[in-house]
């Protein structure tokens, strides 16, 4: 089973980050990068400006290639 970008791991984590900013990186094992995700998420909904790190948190999640 290959890993790294377009696995399937890395298409579920992503399907999970499109519901919650983090939750990806979560299912991935990158605790601290779910916090850092769901917090400024959380953080920057406050002034509509979520949905930027909402994306780069699905993006993050797709593109991660193990052992970097």
């Known amino acids: 089973m290959s890993e790294g970008q377009g696995s399937s791991g890395n298409v579920l984590a992503a399907i999970c980050s499109f519901f919650i900013p983090g939750l990806g990186q979560l299912v991935q094992g990158?605790?601290?990068?779910?916090i850092v995700m769901f917090v400024l998420a959380a953080v920057l909904w406050i002034i509509w400006l979520g949905?930027?790190?909402h994306l780069w948190s699905i993006l993050d999640a797709a593109?991660?290639?193990?052992?970097r």
């Open 30 to 34: 990158r605790l601290l990068m779910a």
């Open 63 to 67: 593109l991660y290639k193990p052992g």
């Open 51 to 53: 949905w930027l790190i």
